[in-house]
């Protein structure tokens, strides 16, 4: 598994599910004229639902809004899949990531932050990564 690209998807991620939030919110406005007169001419229903229930069942099976929620549990996934791996490091190392990753500090202000020289920040994102990649599949 490629646990720095996971990382560097982080606020990708995050987008994508405030997107598609507002996409299906929206896509669900734009069908709602035609639910409304879908609905009025729905027949009676047979067993225990009504046609109206039956007829607002189907329209919430809509493709865009199904494609919209899959994009949004996969971008959660790997938000969810990021916290985890986060709770595994060690002070140090998830202190450097997060500064680099969910923070977007560039490489010379975490050294200048944890009093470190710049290529000992890069060997700890370096080795993290490595070690992320080897143990992620037991962890996410």
Known sequence: MDTKKMFEEYWNNKAK???CENLIENRKMDMLPSMTQTLSHAPKGKGNESGV???VIDRMEDDLIISYTNTMEKAKASITAVDKLLKVLNPKARGIVEERYIEKGTVE???EKFDLSVST???TIKNTFETLD???Q???
């Open 53 to 55: 229930e039956r007829s």
């Open 17 to 19: 599910i405030v997107l």
């Open 109 to 111: 202000e975490i050294a």
């Open 121 to 123: 920040v890069n060997r």
């Open 134 to 136: 080897r143990i992620s």
């Open 138 to 140: 037991y962890i996410v």
